[in-house]
């Protein structure tokens, strides 16, 4: 049991590539969400997804694209790199919504750098 | 809607000294709450959740919180301070659909 895995893990970028951030997890989990650290910002939510084919967005999600093709998976791609995208992303998952006691599960984050 | 709020960036306390880390929260559902930790390049970890069961909750480590409903805080605690706890802590609120809403989270500096 991996639990919630993301690739990679250190990243840097050119201004204007873009790359697709990896988070698959192995417990079934229908919700998967997307985080940005930032300092002095705490955490905050990027894209959500309640289960395959369902995606939404959360506070801040300009510059970022999300799919769910399938239950284990659930892609960032960033379409066109920014430095202010510079940050820490986490990516979560839980098998339904928290508020029925579930855990939420974090991957061990993604440090990512734009030049 | 939710939001919390962590007042101040920083605390630093003595070894052996009481640990103290304010979370104000607000929420337009009963609240669950959560306190995470995080130590320096490292991911988050759970210290202790709340979820509408014992308003004191206990967590790992030796941490400890009270739900405070009229004062809509969730204040975490820990009687001894130890080296070992200098990390970033962050209080979250969840909404619906497992969204959690981060307060801007505390750096807490241990001092020998």
């Known amino acids: 049991n991996a639990g919630v895995t993301q690739t990679p893990k250190f990243q840097v970028l050119k201004t204007g590539q873009s790359m697709t951030l990896q988070c698959a997890q192995d417990m079934n989990h229908e919700y998967m969400s997307w985080y940005r650290q930032d300092p002095g910002m705490g955490l905050r939510l990027i894209h959500y997804s309640v289960g395959a084919g369902i995606t939404d967005q959360g506070e801040v999600p300009n510059g970022y694209n999300v799919s769910r093709s399938t239950t284990e998976d659930f892609p960032l791609r960033l379409l066109s790199a920014a430095p202010s995208q510079t940050s820490v992303y986490f990516c979560?998952?839980?098998?339904?919504?928290?508020?029925?006691?579930?855990?939420?599960?974090f991957g061990e984050g993604s440090w990512l750098t734009v030049v | 809607a939710q939001s919390v709020t962590q007042l101040g960036s920083h605390v630093s306390v003595s070894e052996g000294a009481l640990v103290l880390l304010r979370c104000n929260y607000s929420?337009?559902?009963?609240?669950?709450l959560f306190w995470y930790v995080q130590y320096p390049n490292q991911g988050l970890q759970l210290l202790l959740k709340?979820?509408?069961?014992?308003?004191l909750v206990k967590g790992i480590n030796g941490f400890e919180a009270e739900f405070k409903k009229s004062e809509t805080s969730f204040h975490l605690t820990k009687p001894s301070a130890h080296m070992s706890d200098a990390a970033e802590y962050f209080c979250a609120v969840a909404g619906a659909n497992s969204k959690l809403t981060f307060g801007k989270g505390i750096t807490l500096s241990v001092r020998p």
């Open positions: 709340y979820t509408s069961a014992a308003t």
């Open positions: 979560a998952s839980s098998y339904q919504t928290i508020r029925s006691g579930n855990t939420i599960y």
């Open positions: 929420s337009s559902v009963p609240p669950y």
